[in-house]
């Protein structure tokens, strides 16, 4: 059974940090794409951040600069360090892990939740 959940979240000050995290079992976790999304209330959720398995990585142009996605094969988790949050950044985040070669083996978590607020 495939298992994917995110941590991380709270509460932060505007231009503070947290570093979020996705643990997923029941998958070769090194032939994923790990990507990142959020969803602000009342707005569609959008993608954030992407690492292959080559690893390369992109990220939306609202975070580009501020976040950093990363993954641990060795511990089938994935990251998401984010810096100088803005209340912008606001919103529930999930993971998604789509196969490299086989894109309807598609996952996702149950999201974490980051408020940024003073």
């Known amino acids: 059974q495939v298992q994917v959940a995110e941590s991380g979240g709270g509460l932060v000050q505007p231009g503070g940090s947290l570093t979020l995290s996705c643990a997923a079992s029941?998958?070769?976790?090194?032939?994923?794409?790990m990507s990142w999304y959020r969803q602000a209330p009342g707005k569609q959720r959008e993608w954030v951040a992407t690492?292959?398995?080559?690893?390369?990585?992109k990220y939306a142009d609202s975070v580009k600069g501020r976040f950093t996605i990363s993954r641990d094969n060795a511990k089938n988790t994935a990251y998401l360090q984010m810096n100088n949050l803005q209340p912008e950044d606001t919103a529930a985040y999930y993971c998604n892990l789509v196969h490299v070669l086989y894109p309807q083996y598609d996952y996702w978590g149950q999201g974490t939740q980051v408020n940024v607020s003073s």
């Open positions: 690492m292959t398995t080559d690893p390369g990585r």
């Open positions: 029941g998958v070769a976790f090194d032939q994923y794409m």
